[in-house]
């Protein structure tokens, strides 16, 4: 039986990292407004659909936080916790729950998965299943019907697994970059761009990589599919926004056109190492990331009284943060819940900056070099 499409990029996207250790550990926080906080006996119930079936996961690391206000838990924060947590986790995810004492109606569900197992809107899914399977008491996941559905061999993609690793040394603690935060009314994809295209040409980028999901069935929070698609300056400098959402669909087309060439595991591992390594070669790099509006999933179709998204926030695992570091590189990610597009950015560093992390080996992409 041929394998899927849908299959072959869970492949590809798991064999891009020979393994899986703290740099790439991705850290995302949803917060819902709540009739009351879920414990962690529900949180505990609701993961057994998860893992019933799940090729990629079998176990989480639960845990409660609890903070006295929203502002105790920032962004910049998140990657501190990772690393306090990390030798707990390492070779499954932290899951936690996250309450506030200024004000028991606000419940957090605060993650760090793997990178080659999930990416940022397959992690986004995951929290927004997790919130309706807490408010139902019913499987919000559903796994074994979308592997089903999208013909995804759960026995053989478990094969194509990297081995997690413990960081000898300890996770880091600091990011390599700071961000900036804040929320505007919704624009479509071509204003969104422009406002793209100004920002890559302001900080003089080489390259845009345009991190877009490859699937999105709403049936499967399940796998990695992030691409990295490559728009060089020379087609920034001539393109409208529309004109560079052409070109990176159709760079799309051809990678998803060589994918289905593919068949056996070692040409599988081949690629995948042959894309980590053009991704960390490709210099003066402006990234974009841009979700689109998920309204549909905040939670407003199942019991909406019991829990309904307000904000996500999430950064890039250090080994893509590394690819942004630098003068003429960055990175912009953009989600939009019902009237308000949250954007987070890299602030532009200097050559200062960066000799300053080169001097002190923080590299994060250094790892597969």
């Known amino acids: 039986m041929p394998v899927s499409i849908a299959d072959k990029i869970l492949r590809l996207s798991l064999t891009t990292f020979p393994f899986i250790d703290a740099s790439q550990f991705f850290p995302s926080l949803s917060t819902y407004k709540v009739d009351r906080a879920f414990d962690l006996t ?8 998860f893992f019933r079936g799940n090729p990629l996961f079998s176990k989480c690391h639960l845990v409660e ?3 006295d206000t929203p502002e105790d838990f920032p962004l910049s924060s998140f990657q501190g916790l990772l690393a306090e947590k990390y030798e707990s986790f390492y070779d499954s995810f932290l899951l936690a729950s996250v309450t506030y004492r200024s004000d028991p109606h606000l419940q957090g569900i605060f993650t760090c998965i793997p990178f080659p197992l999930q990416d940022g809107y397959k992690v986004f899914r995951f929290h927004q299943a997790l919130m309706k399977t807490l408010k139902t008491r019913q499987d919000g996941f559903q796994i074994a019907q979308g592997l089903a559905e999208l013909e995804i061999r759960a026995d053989e993609l478990a094969d194509f697994l990297p081995p997690a690793q413990t960081s000898p040394s300890g996770a880091s603690k600091e990011l390599p970059v700071t961000f900036t935060e804040g929320a505007q009314p919704p624009v479509k994809i071509g204003s969104f761009l422009e406002k793209m295209r100004a920002d890559f040409l302001d900080r003089d980028s080489a390259n845009m990589f345009v991190l877009k999901n490859s699937l999105y069935s709403p049936k499967l929070p399940l796998g990695n ?14 393109s409208t926004g529309i004109q560079i959402r ?8 051809r990678e998803i056109d060589a994918l289905s060439r593919i068949e056996r595991r070692e040409d599988f591992i081949e690629a995948g190492q042959a894309r980590i390594g053009k991704m960390i070669a490709t210099p003066d790099v402006f990234a974009v990331n841009n979700y689109g509006n998920v309204s549909v999933h905040d939670g407003s179709d199942a019991h909406a009284d019991l829990g309904t998204l307000v904000k996500y926030e999430w950064h890039m695992p250090l080994i893509v943060l590394g690819l942004t570091v630098g003068e003429r590189s960055g990175l912009s990610w953009t989600i939009t819940i019902r009237d308000k597009a949250f954007n987070f950015a890299t602030v532009r560093t200097s050559p200062q900056d960066d000799a300053a992390k080169a001097a002190t080996g923080n590299n994060p992409a250094a790892f597969v070099a």
């Open 42 to 49: 529900e949180f505990e119930e609701a993961m057994k659909h």
């Open 65 to 67: 936080l609890t903070f």
């Open 225 to 238: 599919t992030l691409r990295f698609l490559t728009v060089p300056r020379s087609v920034i400098e001539q």
């Open 246 to 253: 052409d070109y990176y669909r159709a760079e799309e087309r």
